[in-house]
């Protein structure tokens, strides 16, 4: 069983997370078990969302990502290279699509609770473009959908070297 102090910590962490992300619904709730934790000290701020920047990215881009995401959640990261760690390949991977891994991997996350996945996930709806993603991809076999993915990369690392 956890104490009350590292409950506390746990509570503070993800409140600093669902701000980030902005996730409104929990916010209000860690929020409210902090003060009952009797954390006085602990500053309710928006500080964080400065620190904070959402990447836009465009329908295709995301689509390309969402992708990616899928078969890292469906067909596991040994994939893209049996090699290197989960962490190491979400990196790669990053890079080549010129976003921040955490970006990638909250996708994968959002996506683990519907597919094969060992990893629990996020157990909340998908939101319009990662269902629409989803629905494409899950009548795809991991042969197929990994196929795709690699030449989703191949035409990202090629703008990069053009």
């Given at each position: 069983?956890?104490?009350?102090?590292?409950i506390k910590v746990?509570?503070?962490?993800?409140?600093?997370?669902?701000?980030?992300?902005?996730?409104?619904?929990?916010?209000?709730?860690?929020?409210?078990?902090?003060?009952?934790?009797?954390?006085?000290?602990?500053?309710?701020?928006?500080?964080?969302?400065?620190?904070?920047?959402?990447?836009?990215?465009?329908?295709?881009?995301?689509?390309?990502?969402?992708?990616?995401?899928?078969?890292?959640?469906?067909?596991?990261?040994?994939?893209?290279?049996?090699?290197?760690?989960?962490?190491?390949?979400?990196?790669?991977?990053?890079?080549?699509?010129?976003i921040k891994p955490?970006?990638?991997?909250?996708?994968?996350?959002?996506?683990?609770?519907?597919?094969?996945?060992?990893?629990?996930?996020?157990?909340?709806?998908?939101?319009?473009?990662?269902?629409?993603?989803?629905?494409?991809?899950?009548?795809?076999?991991?042969?197929?959908?990994?196929?795709?993915?690699?030449?989703?990369?191949?035409?990202?690392?090629?703008?990069?070297?053009?």
């Amino acid at each position: 069983m956890k104490t009350l102090e590292e409950i506390k910590v746990k509570a503070k962490n993800v409140y600093r997370t669902s701000i980030v992300n902005e996730y409104q619904d929990i916010e209000d709730d860690l929020w409210d078990i902090i003060v009952f934790l009797n954390e006085p000290n602990f500053e309710k701020s928006k500080k964080f969302k400065v620190q904070a920047s959402r990447e836009n990215i465009d329908d295709g881009k995301y689509k390309d990502m969402a992708y990616i995401a899928y078969v890292l959640s469906e067909c596991g990261h040994k994939v893209f290279n049996a090699d290197k760690t989960q962490a190491g390949v979400i990196e790669n991977l990053a890079t080549i699509l010129n976003i921040k891994p955490l970006t990638l991997r909250n996708i994968r996350d959002s996506l683990d609770s519907y597919t094969n996945s060992t990893r629990e996930g996020w157990k909340k709806p998908l939101n319009d473009r990662l269902q629409s993603v989803f629905n494409e991809c899950k009548t795809l076999t991991c042969d197929v959908v990994v196929e795709n993915a690699k030449s989703i990369l191949n035409h990202y690392e090629n703008k990069h070297n053009a």
